[in-house]
């Protein structure tokens, strides 16, 4: 039989059991978080594990362990029930958890007082916020459920007034200065809209709302991210739809966006994850079921990894891992790119080979991110850490961001905006984190104001994992690699120590 238990945050496997009190028994096996990088999956596969009957595979766990230089190692846990699974779900995510933050304390912690406000909601008077962008100084324009508003904070007082167009569900706010053009998701058919910033300008002004027109882009509809870049004198929208991605081109005569070309191949109708234009590449890079180019000149569409490249072969094989994927693309340098997937980020040039740096490893399960001024911001649930790309280790966080409840709304240069709501009450606030000198950046929206080139919250992509009715967590699949055999356990106990057993399959093998 064996025996297991978590004491002092670290995993414990026994061959005999220990006694309780003097420990006397050797562990078989420890895994401690603080020196590992600790993946809970829950959902495991039959090519997981070869050898386990299909019956056991529902109550079977699996904790993968990664160390830096070291090869992985997976324990497969084979608990009596899924009662007993979900038990040790929460107690071994309660351990990692915990380590984390423990981790993230001894490092500088960003607050609200790190913060500046730019509007407080009080009581249920909340709109929805999705997406900000600073308009000038003191002035932003913040796209919300509810529609498009205004918001002004000058010495203290803070007014947030609504344009008067006749939107709602607005997102994905971005800046077209090349153009004078705000354009934005809206609508329940999700469509592309654009305002002209200069007459967004005479509003904030005169204080004249109701003259304020929008436009929709035709063929539009089931937008869900855009990106716009200009490539040889002419201005391109991408748009990632439902269907797939669309290409419009701007014509100067009628002053709006016209669809050129929708993609109906695979490569294209692959659900988006992420979306962005390359000013060195020239071209429009998207995260699907990989990262992919599109020139929009000759409309070329090729992958934007280098297969050739043997250091990138798990991310160009024909067949990805089912728990690796894209989720977002930053452009870190002019000459170097981040792209970030669910488990690791890995840097790559702009030919799409490796770079010299080390891949990151995740410590969390993230489903979004943000870059500005070389500080990358994983999101997870309930949990933001900051790290610096340009450090010794970029694997270990630098910062925790500790704010309530935190939803990312938008980024524009060294400047993040989050949405941070309390739990225990119906207050919230958008706050701004700013990464750079403040001076400078205030020199920066007096020199663009309005037209300033900004970039748009990213929506957090559609995680392609296998959700735990288990305290909300979502644990994604891997396929097995370096097995430590499966050990079978019984249902924890109040002093979180527990009888392996070995069932009459592992007898037999």
């Given at each position: 039989?064996?025996?297991?238990?978590?004491?002092?945050?670290?995993?414990?496997?026994?061959?005999e059991?220990?006694?309780?009190?003097?420990?006397?028994?050797?562990?078989?096996?420890?895994?401690?978080?603080?020196?590992?990088?600790?993946?809970?999956?829950?959902?495991?596969?039959?090519?997981?594990?070869?050898?386990?009957?299909?019956?056991?595979l529902?109550?079977?766990?699996?904790?993968?362990?990664?160390r830096?230089?070291?090869?992985?190692?997976?324990?497969?846990?084979?608990?009596?029930?899924?009662?007993?699974?979900?038990?040790?779900?929460?107690?071994?995510?309660?351990?990692?958890?915990?380590?984390?933050?423990?981790?993230?304390?001894?490092n500088?912690?960003?607050?609200?007082?790190?913060?500046d406000?730019?509007?407080?909601?009080?009581?249920?008077?909340t709109i929805?916020?999705?997406?900000?962008?600073?308009?000038?100084l003191?002035?932003?324009?913040?796209?919300?459920?509810?529609?498009?508003?205004?918001?002004?904070?000058?010495?203290?007082?803070?007014?947030?007034?609504?344009?008067?167009?006749?939107?709602?569900?607005?997102?994905?706010?971005?800046?077209?200065?090349?153009?004078?053009?705000?354009?934005?998701?809206?609508?329940?058919?999700?469509e592309?809209?654009?305002?002209?910033?200069?007459?967004?300008?005479?509003?904030?002004?005169?204080?004249?709302?109701?003259?304020?027109?929008?436009?929709?882009?035709?063929?539009?509809?089931?937008?869900?991210?855009?990106?716009?870049?200009?490539?040889?004198?002419?201005?391109?929208?991408?748009a990632?739809?439902?269907?797939?991605?669309?290409?419009?081109?701007?014509?100067?005569?009628?002053?709006?966006?016209?669809?050129?070309?929708?993609?109906?191949?695979?490569?294209?109708?692959?659900?988006?994850?992420?979306?962005?234009?390359?000013?060195?590449?020239?071209r429009f890079?998207?995260?699907?079921?990989?990262?992919?180019?599109?020139?929009?000149?000759?409309?070329?569409?090729?992958?934007?990894?280098?297969?050739?490249?043997?250091?990138?072969?798990?991310?160009?094989?024909?067949?990805?891992?089912?728990?690796?994927?894209?989720?977002?693309?930053?452009q870190?340098?002019?000459?170097?790119?981040?792209?970030?997937?669910?488990?690791?980020?890995?840097?790559?040039?702009?030919?799409?080979?490796?770079?010299?740096?080390d891949?990151?490893?995740?410590?969390?399960?993230?489903?979004?991110?943000?870059?500005?001024?070389?500080?990358?911001?994983?999101?997870?649930?309930?949990?933001?850490?900051?790290?610096?790309?340009?450090?010794a280790?970029?694997?270990?966080?630098?910062?925790?961001l500790?704010l309530?409840?935190?939803?990312?709304?938008?980024?524009?240069?060294?400047?993040v905006?989050?949405?941070?709501?309390?739990?225990?009450?119906?207050?919230?606030?958008?706050?701004?984190?700013?990464?750079?000198?403040?001076?400078?950046?205030?020199?920066?929206?007096?020199?663009?104001?309005?037209?300033?080139?900004?970039?748009p919250?990213?929506?957090?992509?559609?995680?392609?994992?296998?959700?735990?009715?288990?305290?909300?967590v979502?644990?994604?699949?891997?396929?097995?690699?370096?097995?430590?055999?499966?050990?079978?356990?019984?249902?924890p106990?109040p002093?979180?120590?527990?009888?392996l057993?070995?069932?009459?399959?592992?007898?037999?093998?």
């Amino acid at each position: 039989p064996f025996w297991a238990c978590i004491k002092d945050q670290k995993f414990y496997v026994y061959q005999e059991e220990p006694e309780v009190e003097n420990e006397q028994a050797a562990p078989l096996h420890i895994v401690d978080p603080k020196e590992s990088t600790l993946r809970l999956y829950e959902d495991v596969q039959p090519s997981d594990l070869l050898k386990c009957s299909p019956t056991d595979l529902p109550f079977v766990l699996h904790l993968q362990v990664t160390r830096k230089c070291w090869p992985d190692n997976n324990v497969f846990l084979l608990l009596p029930s899924v009662q007993a699974k979900r038990e040790w779900v929460r107690l071994l995510n309660d351990m990692i958890n915990t380590v984390a933050e423990l981790s993230a304390e001894k490092n500088t912690t960003l607050g609200e007082r790190d913060a500046d406000m730019v509007h407080n909601f009080n009581g249920y008077d909340t709109i929805g916020v999705n997406s900000i962008v600073p308009v000038s100084l003191t002035q932003y324009l913040v796209g919300a459920d509810k529609g498009l508003y205004l918001a002004t904070s000058v010495n203290g007082r803070r007014v947030m007034e609504h344009l008067g167009l006749k939107v709602t569900e607005v997102n994905h706010l971005t800046v077209v200065p090349q153009l004078n053009l705000i354009v934005f998701i809206a609508g329940k058919d999700r469509e592309i809209h654009s305002i002209s910033s200069v007459e967004l300008q005479q509003v904030m002004r005169s204080n004249q709302a109701c003259k304020l027109q929008y436009n929709v882009v035709e063929s539009s509809s089931q937008c869900n991210m855009l990106a716009v870049g200009t490539v040889d004198g002419t201005d391109f929208l991408c748009a990632a739809h439902t269907g797939g991605v669309a290409l419009y081109v701007y014509d100067r005569v009628t002053a709006l966006f016209k669809l050129m070309k929708t993609g109906t191949s695979e490569l294209f109708t692959d659900p988006c994850a992420c979306l962005v234009f390359s000013p060195q590449l020239k071209r429009f890079l998207w995260g699907s079921s990989r990262f992919y180019a599109m020139n929009p000149i000759g409309l070329e569409v090729s992958a934007l990894l280098d297969r050739s490249d043997e250091r990138l072969t798990m991310f160009t094989a024909q067949l990805l891992r089912p728990n690796l994927f894209p989720m977002e693309i930053f452009q870190v340098s002019d000459s170097e790119l981040l792209l970030c997937y669910s488990d690791v980020g890995l840097f790559v040039g702009l030919d799409g080979r490796k770079s010299s740096r080390d891949v990151i490893q995740w410590t969390r399960q993230p489903n979004a991110f943000t870059f500005s001024s070389g500080k990358l911001m994983v999101m997870s649930y309930g949990h933001v850490e900051i790290r610096d790309i340009n450090a010794a280790d970029a694997s270990q966080p630098a910062q925790a961001l500790a704010l309530p409840n935190v939803n990312h709304i938008g980024t524009n240069g060294s400047d993040v905006y989050f949405m941070s709501t309390k739990r225990d009450s119906a207050c919230a606030s958008i706050l701004r984190l700013s990464f750079g000198d403040k001076n400078a950046n205030a020199a920066r929206m007096r020199a663009q104001s309005v037209s300033g080139s900004l970039a748009p919250p990213k929506q957090p992509a559609a995680l392609a994992v296998a959700a735990s009715d288990s305290d909300g967590v979502q644990l994604p699949r891997t396929p097995l690699r370096n097995s430590a055999g499966v050990v079978h356990v019984s249902t924890p106990q109040p002093l979180r120590m527990l009888n392996l057993t070995p069932s009459q399959q592992q007898q037999q093998q």
